[in-house]
């Protein structure tokens, strides 16, 4: 169990225990106890193991006893208890967004609402806007809701398939009778969400390696079963493996990493070539003329080689053929993270163990932004503290050796006002901006206070430009052309936030960044120490954007990066 589950076992208590009306200090309690946990630094199994639960914050004894059946028998009888109590289908309900707990039990109250189905029929029969406090927006938010849910469940994050994938492959590689195993399909082309996972690996023993991947833990069932393929579920994802010869390796990894749209517009100029593309090589006539490698095949075909990221069918198989593709940041050109969180707001280390783990990664330097205003939820910091939190920095800076900036995360209000005093802005040396609520409203006025925020000169950088949430909110609709205009006049960078449900800015609204000029940042916008290692999701979006190493500041050396932003450093 990763900590992620253990911390969804502690939400949904707390909701049910919401939802039965118990006293609020006890459903505060497991929430921040299950957030604490998801942002945890070690998994929390280890702690378990070691008997040390309780150094986590928040986790007292009661939580600490449904951690441990949880982690003995997979399950929780009191959780369990409570669900076959409730008369709804309380999962389904609360997984759509905008219902908690409160609305959940209003709408089985009045309504006598038990499953998802019944949800949408009242709201599309009008029945729900005549409930206290719920109105004909509430009522179109939750069909909207329903329909959002509906798509999400049938993709996974890419930030969640990755390591399942790389676990595989790697499983794979040790043994003696694989050659070459690689990941391919979307994953490899880096989209923001998988929908199977497919694995090629090449070995002149199929058999042996079909029989012992259907075996790996973490496969669920088979689905299908040949001489040189199977499909499995594998931890709540269908996995298709093939297994291939050396000399036709590079074509079949071609063809599965796919796009679709790629590999048809290929096969175009094979034809034109008098040649014949397909998974199994490239003909001339009956003669195999390439197969062995992806680098073989494009070259047979007059072309540069293409990155996975950019096989899209968005022009670059033009380009190839004239040698002039752009030269694509690569997943180290990163050398610093300019936005995390620490202990002082909503983070869960201090700033000298971010320091730390940022040092470990190998980055030059780093931007402290812990959230300062009035965000309750953040724990943001006051205005008094900010010089407090500097001379730590500055203490931290001299004892590790790597440099920190001092930042700060602001909210952008619903007026595109800040509930931070420019005075005080003044004294950081980066200052992030960010919507974090209202991001339904209507374009105009979204759009507007991200303008408002670029125009104000003590606003560096605006963070998650559009607040969604992959899985579970769409974020505000904006109008990215005024955006990018704004953000050229007044130099205010836009980030791409490598957390793995935001990424965001996205592939295409960063590329349409880059295509006017604009130079942006990737960060991860960590909580923790172990996530700042998602930097690669910011890259691999940056790659999917066709993004260049010159495009992104936070490859800068510490002395340009401090020179572009006039920092005194
Ligand atoms: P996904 O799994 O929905 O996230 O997307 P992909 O791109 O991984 O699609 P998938 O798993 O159905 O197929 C893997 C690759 O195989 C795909 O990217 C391209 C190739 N492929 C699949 N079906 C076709 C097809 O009908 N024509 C061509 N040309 N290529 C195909
Ligand atoms: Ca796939
Ligand atoms: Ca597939």
Redesign the pocket.
Known sequence: MNNKEVAQLLYGIADLLELKGEMIFKVVAYRRAAQNIENFSKPVEDLWKENTLNTIPGVGKGIAEHIDEFLRTGKSEYLEKMKKKMPMDFESLMNIEGLGPKKVKMLYDKLKIKTVKDLESAAKAGKIRKLAGMGEKTEQNILKGIEFSKKAKQ?MLLGVALPMAEHIINNLRKLGYVHKAEY????R?K?E??????ILVTSSQPNKVINHFTKMPGVADVIVKGPTKVSVHYNNIQV?LRVLKENEYGSALL??????EH??EL?KVAIAKKLKLSEYGLFRGNKMIAGCTEEEVYKALGMQYIEPEMREEHGEIRLAQKHSLPKIISYSDVVADLHMHTKWSDGLNTIEEMALAAKQLGYDYICITDHVGKLKIASALSEKDIDKQRKEIEKVQDKTGIHILHGAEIDIRVDGRFDVSNEALKKFDLVFAALHSALKGPIERNTQRIIKAMENPNVDIIAHPTGRLIDRREGATLDIQKIIKKSLETNTVMEINSQPNRLDLNDVNAKAALEDGCKLVINTDAHSADPLKAMKLGVAVARRAWTQKKDILNTLSYKEFCKHFGISC
């Open positions: 993709r391919a399909g979307s994953l082309r989209k969400t998988i929908g199977d996972i497919d298709d063809y599965f990493t796919g796009s679709k590999n048809i096969r």
